[in-house]
């Protein structure tokens, strides 16, 4: 008799099963953009300026074009005959693809150099001779809005300065009011610096025109194929190239982390070059460009909190100037220019709150570029966390027992936030508990109290972040214009294997093994007879891509229902198959059987091919389902973690001891994918808390722009992280799933700053700004002794 299997046997939802990509990367059989070699490809390399602000004088290509090999020289001037010289950027600004008259930042490109191999490409490149008239470039924003800066977008008609727009949140004269005459307000300037995910692969395109075929494929390291595809048919529709001629095909990506979301000038200048030219175009991106291009965050925010003298929260305003380089690429819903910002108010019970924001132009490389980091959830989170510890530090209250007294109770959800949000489900109490628990937090008080004595800095820190993942509604999100839904098409092949396509992209989050999971425990088809597909325009199903967390909380939720659509129809044909009506029919985890007959039964590998073979009177045949999902709301994760750190006073140098971390995303697909997940994620978090930095020089030189002094934590500068989880479902997610991937970056960040100031408070230390550094800590020790 049929053995029924069970979720656990087919690899369903909860089971740890190893990843079905890892054999091909392991063995070093990923299909990587680099590894795309097409018959007569030519390699371009583009010329970047050295200068922040120049008007360029002139360029002049002979000296390049006389080298064997090179074929052409692209300029600004050659794109604008066809228009092409300027793109929107994802929050509908502008920039450009290449200039024609004036750079606006250091290393941005200038020209391209097409030739017949990389070698040549590069000799032409420091051939190409460009003379500048270099300017006095605006590097801080703060000075941005004076009256006597430099209008730095004259080319657009009605920017009058270099305010890029104010957005504002909440109500600002009642929180105002709170703030006036609250017992306790804790003030503080805080900036979450420049930062650049350093992917281990760079970006890189392979675009290929065929003026035979008229048809324009793009391999492309994108996190957003379709997104890129349309995008490319809006604004290239008017020399001829239309969406269906357009196929985008995202290969292997050797991570994303939120830098492969924009559109770069290089992709279009190679998809420009191989329209004119008619032959295969390479772009690869190497490590020092990918480092000076392309940056997240860049927030200074003015917070202020105000409590009650005993430690209840009553209001919270945060006032941001951001600065956006030279153009606003933030990868942003177009409703929110500030991304979930308004988040901000955090995990805490409390009726007043107001966000404003203005953003600026500077002489800078395009600002709001993504690092991992869910739209700004990153800034929204280090705000409130640094703020709750500072008001804990004013009044003289353990940080821990004033979140657990201000938190938002479990039977308040859904919870409509100060700031416009219903969060959909939580239990903070249990989550915070369960960290200080698994730490051991009284003890470690304790030791504190007694290491003080001694003269030691021993500090604990501690952040309790909500996350807000999952866009989103489309209703309210949309990338220019398009909604924010995403998909899942399956086809169950006659003999109960499987292929299933997606809208979304993986970049290493584990895709190929998690969607066949759902899929496993929505049919009862073990996982590793499905084959999962993404990235290829031609094939999947439209969807907007992988980035904010968001596979898990549309795609995923995709996925189970159109398995839920083909289980229905499984039904129709186990009781044709079975003779019983379809009510007497049940399903458990691969097999239908009769209510009260179990013996009398239906394997779905039976029921699938009888779809093609023995298809019931009147019914469509096949056993195949696409469905689009347009989520009713987003998802809130959240998060308790701790960190122990001891500093050195001598040095300033800091270690890190401890470091619990328990997230809460609803039900789980896979343990082991998420406890990875949040362990890079973790690190990603450390990155910016104690190592990563952009830094400029007044003349908008970048000072850091290799790996020698743009430090990324290694395995060697990364603690031992300790995980663990709470689950409280989404109570709208088909599977009560919420996203994970960028909580452990958005959640990292305070509770290692919280901790080193923490260490630093017998010291009168009361703020530092990430990344905490052993040489800020030194100064900042000599400062206070
Ligand atoms: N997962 C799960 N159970 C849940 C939630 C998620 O098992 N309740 C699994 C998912 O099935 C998926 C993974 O965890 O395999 C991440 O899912 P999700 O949180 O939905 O996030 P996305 O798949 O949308 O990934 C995007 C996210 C972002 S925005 C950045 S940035 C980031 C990140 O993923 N970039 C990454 N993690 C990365 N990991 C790698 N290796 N490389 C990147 O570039
Ligand atoms: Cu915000 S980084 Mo991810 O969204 O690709």
Same mark, same amino acid.
């Given at each position: ?10 690899? %369903? ?24 070699? $097409? ?10 300026? *050295? ?14 074009? +006389? ?16 228009? $092409? ?64 800066? #430099? $209008? ?72 957003? #194929? ?17 969406? =269906? ?34 032959? *295969? ?6 490590? &020092? ?15 202020? !909190? ?25 990868? @942003? ?33 395009? %600002? %709001? ?15 409130? =966390? ?19 007294? @201000?938190?938002?109770?479990? /039977? ?9 949000? &219903? ?15 698994? !730490? ?8 504190? +109290? ?21 866009? %989103? ?85 995709? +996925? ?17 198959? !079975? ?8 399903? /458990? ?26 298809? #019931? ?14 989520? *009713? @709301? ?11 750190? =001891? ?27 998420? /406890? ?11 990155? #910016? ?27 060697? =500068? &990364?603690?031992?992280? /300790? ?11 088909? !599977? ?25 408070? *017998? ?23």
């Amino acid at each position: 008799m049929f053995k029924c299997k069970t979720s656990a046997e087919v690899g %369903g939802m909860g089971h740890s099963v190893k990843r079905k990509e890892d054999a091909r990367f392991l063995h070093g059989k990923g299909n990587y953009v680099d590894d795309v070699k $097409l018959p007569g490809m030519l390699t371009m390399v583009m010329v970047r300026s *050295p200068y922040a602000y120049a008007k360029i004088k002139s360029i002049n290509k002979e000296k390049a074009l +006389a080298i064997p090999g090179v074929l052409a020289v692209i300029t600004g001037e050659d794109l604008a005959q066809y228009n $092409l010289h300027w793109m929107p950027t994802l929050l509908s600004d502008t920039q450009m693809v290449l200039p024609t008259d004036t750079v606006m930042h250091q290393a941005q490109e200038v020209c391209a150099v097409i030739a017949t191999d990389r070698y040549i490409a590069v000799d032409g490149a420091e051939a190409v001779d460009v003379q500048y008239e270099p300017m006095d470039p605006i590097v801080d924003p703060f000075k941005a809005l004076d009256k006597d800066a #430099p $209008l730095l977008r004259p080319d657009k008609e009605d920017q009058k300065d270099n305010q890029i727009y104010h957005w504002e949140r909440g109500d600002r004269a009642k929180t105002d009011e709170v703030i006036a005459n609250a017992d306790v307000v804790v003030k503080e300037r805080i900036h979450l610096p420049r930062i650049h995910v350093a992917s281990i692969e760079t970006c890189g395109c392979v675009a290929s025109y065929d003026k035979d075929t008229e048809k324009l494929v793009v391999y492309l390291t994108t996190q957003a #194929p379709h997104a890129i595809r349309t995008v490319v048919a809006l604004v290239a529709g008017h020399v001829g190239l239309s969406e =269906e001629k357009i196929r985008i095909i995202s290969p292997d990506i050797g991570g994303g982390f939120g830098g492969k979301v924009p559109v770069y000038p290089a992709y279009v200048v190679a998809i420009a070059a191989t329209f004119l030219i008619g032959k *295969p175009v390479k772009w690869i991106e190497d490590r &020092s460009e990918n480092l000076v291009n392309g940056f997240a965050r860049d927030y200074h925010m003015d917070c202020e !909190l105000a409590a009650t003298k005993d430690g209840k929260i009553q209001a919270f305003k945060v006032s941001t100037l951001a600065d956006h380089g030279y153009t606003d690429s933030s990868a @942003n819903p177009s409703k929110y220019p500030t991304g979930m910002f308004s988040i901000c108010t955090g995990s805490y019970d409390y009726e007043h709150a107001f966000a404003e924001l203005d953003a600026v132009y500077t002489n800078k490389a395009p %600002g %709001g570029v993504a690092y991992r980091c869910s739209f700004r959830v990153t800034e929204a989170v280090h705000a409130i =966390e640094r703020m709750v510890d500072k008001l804990a530090a004013k009044i003289g209250k353990d940080p821990a027992l004033l979140r657990l007294e @201000n938190f938002i109770k479990k /039977e308040q959800f859904p919870y409509s936030s100060p700031l416009g949000w &219903s969060y959909d489900s939580g239990d903070y109490e249990a989550t915070l508990k369960k960290a200080m628990d698994m !730490l051991g937090y009284d003890d470690y008080k304790k030791e504190q +109290a007694q290491k003080r004595k001694e003269g030691k800095l021993m500090g604990i820190g501690i952040s309790t972040f909500t996350e807000v993942v999952g866009a %989103g509604p489309s209703k309210d999100f949309d990338i220019l214009g398009i909604a924010m839904f995403d998909s899942a098409e399956i086809r169950v092949h006659p003999t109960g294997k499987a292929l299933a396509r997606f809208g979304t992209k993986s970049q290493g989050q584990g895709h190929e093994t998690t969607y066949a999971q759902i899929l496993a425990e929505e049919l009862g088809i073990p996982y590793t007879d499905i084959e999962i597909d993404e990235g290829d325009t031609d094939t999947a199903p439209y969807g907007l891509g992988t980035y904010a967390s968001r596979s898990t909380p549309t795609a995923g939720a995709a +996925a189970a229902i159109a398995a839920r659509k083909l289980r229905d129809k499984g039904k129709k044909i186990a009781a044709y198959l !079975l003779e019983v009506s379809e009510e007497d029919i049940e399903w /458990e985890v691969g097999k239908y059987f009769v209510k009260g007959a179990p013996e009398k039964s239906k394997t779905i590998q039976e029921v699938v091919f009888a779809a093609y073979t023995n298809i #019931p009177p009147g019914m469509e045949p096949g056993f195949e389902a696409t469905h689009y999902y347009d989520p *009713p @709301n987003l998802t809130f994760p959240n998060g308790a973690y701790i960190c122990v750190v =001891e500093v050195e006073k001598e040095t300033g140098a800091i270690d890190v001891k401890r470091f619990v971390a328990i997230d809460d995303c609803g039900n789980i697909i896979n343990p082991m994918i998420v /406890e990875g997940q949040v362990h890079g994620g973790l690190t990603q978090g450390i990155a #910016p808390a104690m190592y990563e930095g952009i830094e400029y020089d007044d003349e908008g030189n970048v000072l850091n722009g290799t790996f020698m002094d743009y430090l990324v934590p290694t395995a060697v =500068e &990364s603690p031992h992280w /300790e995980t663990g989880h709470t689950i409280t479902p989404s109570p709208h997610h088909p !599977l009560g799933a919420k996203g994970v991937a960028e909580s452990p970056t958005v959640g990292a960040p305070p509770a290692i700053a919280n901790a080193i100031i923490d260490a630093l408070a *017998p010291l009168g230390i009361e703020h530092l700004d990430i990344p905490i550094t052993p040489a800020k800590v030194w100064e900042a020790i000599q400062a206070h002794s």
